[in-house]
């Protein structure tokens, strides 16, 4: 921790006292042993050493007291006459004063340039921590995220258990307590924090407002307006030095903070202006696509009303309208399907079902389109039944097939192919001979509302996104590419798992 309680601070200065006299008095004791042989004078040197030595030691209280214990003892033990404190010449007088003077400059200068270190290595520290936790709070994301990197912050160099108070854009208030405890705020507490809130300003234990609280609130305070508080329960009032670092860490926390709501804003403000987009996109389309098979509609209708027409003019008129009602029925469905997507209300019912029967049902549904082409199916003969949805599977091969009808030449191959293959996929893949895809059609192909580039008139573009979020959400894959020969493949891989009893040969 870099700083401890005030209490365990005292603790620590009366060892250093108590340590200085044992050490003072030992070699003393040490010195007595052997002062026939050494002679007075020689004592005070060592004495003089030790006292230089505790200088790099302890601080300037402890270092006065052992120079004053040591001219003591060398007077009343070693200077002539022994064991009182009576000297005999002027010499040893002068000694002892210069002794004492000597060891006490010597101690406080070593000890004031220990102190310098000391605060030098504090500061540079401080500086580790505060930049570590720069580090950590560029990479954190989300407020649960900043919440957790400074609760480690806390604990490992304050100590500390705080509670922080943030408020949202609707005046708010969330409380965080960063690691568990009984601890609580009581109303009166959060009287104050939302004073200091409103006034970006320290209250509470050893501040200027509201000192007879138990607790500290420190305010989380941005460039644009106040973001929280910080509330601290602290024993004793911290030095200013402490101070200080606790409100540069709080300062970084606040700023990681100040970020985090500025770049929701900025997300906010970006989904709102591609929500603008889009609506205006869709709206556009939608009006457009809307229009024409209602105006066909109406217009058929009118005309039926209005007058007799012979029976050939009357069945072209209904084809007419199949078709409007076939394509109003396609864009209804194709928005309804996106809507179930984004909505995430989409679950995959999957049973078991013959892909034959699947692509029937869809080359019967698109019988019209598809008279135009040359359409393969290729199938094996041994194809298992598969389990899968079969209701999106068949949304999925009509958007493909009908997506591919629009981009071939008349009278061109369209083909799908199907198989199983020895990791559990189902592998579907539609192929057509027309001018395939462009390499920027390939990086947007399945993206809500594209068209290519050589798109024909009419369509939302929501077909292939459509396919996509459906192949997705039966947890697989889809992809897109060109065929050397010329054309456009799209190829679906699906996990799927197939039935044991193979399927007979059909006849």
């Known amino acids: 921790?870099?700083?401890?309680?005030?209490?365990?601070?005292?603790?620590?200065?009366?060892?250093?006292?108590?340590?200085?006299?044992?050490?003072?008095?030992?070699?003393?004791?040490?010195?007595?042993?052997?002062?026939?042989?050494?002679?007075?004078?020689?004592?005070?040197?060592?004495?003089?050493?030790?006292?230089?030595?505790?200088?790099?030691?302890?601080?300037?209280?402890p270092i006065f007291l052992a120079s004053a214990l040591s001219a003591a003892i060398w007077d009343f033990f070693f200077i002539p006459p022994s064991f009182t404190l009576h000297i005999g010449n002027t010499e040893d007088t002068l000694m002892l004063v210069m002794f004492f003077i000597v060891a006490l400059v010597n101690g406080i200068l070593t000890s004031r340039v220990r102190r310098q270190e000391l605060k030098a290595r504090n500061r540079e520290e401080t500086t580790l921590i505060l930049y570590q936790l720069t580090k950590e709070l560029l990479t954190a994301t989300g407020i649960n995220e900043i919440i957790s990197v400074a609760q480690g912050y806390f604990v490992k160099y304050f100590d500390l258990n705080p509670i922080i108070i943030f408020w949202d854009e609707y005046d708010e208030m969330t409380i965080h307590s960063l690691l568990a405890s009984d601890k609580i705020l009581s109303d009166n507490d959060k009287q104050i924090a939302i004073w200091v809130h409103k006034n970006s300003k320290k209250a509470g234990r050893y501040a200027e407002d509201f000192i007879s609280s138990d607790l500290s609130f420190y305010p989380l305070s941005s460039s644009l307006k106040s973001l929280g508080v910080v509330c601290i329960w602290l024993n004793e009032e911290l030095t200013p030095s402490e101070e200080q670092f606790l409100e540069a860490f709080i300062a970084l926390i606040a700023g990681k903070v100040e970020r985090e709501f500025l770049s929701s804003k900025a997300k906010d403000a970006y989904v709102l202006a591609e929500s603008d987009k889009l609506y205006k996109t869709l709206f556009n389309s939608i009006s457009h696509e809307l229009r024409i098979p209602v105006a066909t509609i109406m217009g058929a209708t009118d005309t039926l009303l209005s007058d007799k027409y012979p029976e050939q003019t009357r069945k072209r008129l209904y084809s007419e309208m199949g078709k409007a009602s076939v394509r109003l029925n396609r864009l209804i469905e194709n928005l309804l399907n996106m809507s179930r997507l984004?909505?995430?209300?989409?679950?995959?019912?999957?049973?078991?079902?013959?892909?034959?029967?699947?692509?029937?049902?869809?080359?019967?549904?698109?019988?019209?389109?598809?008279?135009?082409?040359?359409?393969?199916?290729?199938?094996?003969?041994?194809?298992?039944?598969?389990?899968?949805?079969?209701?999106?599977?068949?949304?999925?091969?009509?958007?493909?097939?009908?997506?591919?009808?629009?981009?071939?030449?008349?009278?061109?191959?369209?083909?799908?192919?199907?198989?199983?293959?020895?990791?559990?996929?189902?592998?579907?893949?539609?192929?057509?001979?027309?001018?395939?895809?462009?390499?920027?059609?390939?990086?947007?192909?399945?993206?809500?509302?594209?068209?290519?580039?050589?798109?024909?008139?009419?369509?939302?573009?929501?077909?292939?996104?459509?396919?996509?979020?459906?192949?997705?959400?039966?947890?697989?894959?889809?992809?897109?590419?060109?065929?050397?020969?010329?054309?456009?493949?799209?190829?679906?891989?699906?996990?799927?798992q197939i039935s044991e009893i193979p399927e007979f040969k059909q006849s």
Request: proline share 4%; aromatic share 12%; with cysteine.
């Open 342 to 496: 984004e909505s995430g209300h989409l679950s995959p019912r999957p049973d078991w079902c013959d892909v034959h029967d699947l692509i029937n049902k869809v080359a019967g549904t698109l019988r019209q389109e598809l008279a135009q082409y040359q359409f393969i199916q290729e199938i094996p003969e041994d194809m298992p039944l598969v389990f899968i949805d079969f209701g999106l599977m068949e949304q999925v091969i009509h958007n493909l097939l009908l997506n591919a009808t629009q981009y071939s030449p008349e009278g061109s191959t369209i083909s799908v192919t199907f198989f199983h293959d020895k990791k559990g996929k189902l592998i579907i893949k539609v192929m057509d001979c027309g001018k395939g895809f462009s390499p920027t059609e390939l990086n947007f192909l399945f993206k809500k509302f594209y068209r290519g580039e050589n798109a024909l008139t009419g369509g939302t573009g929501l077909g292939l996104s459509i396919v996509k979020g459906f192949v997705e959400a039966l947890g697989g894959s889809v992809s897109a590419y060109n065929r050397e020969s010329g054309g456009a493949i799209i190829e679906i891989e699906i996990p799927v």
């Open 1 to 61: 921790m870099l700083f401890h309680l005030h209490p365990k601070k005292r603790k620590a200065i009366f060892f250093h006292y108590l340590t200085v006299i044992v050490i003072v008095v030992s070699v003393s004791a040490l010195c007595y042993l052997f002062k026939d042989f050494i002679g007075y004078r020689i004592v005070s040197f060592f004495l003089l050493i030790t006292v230089s030595i505790l200088a790099i030691l302890f601080g300037t209280g």
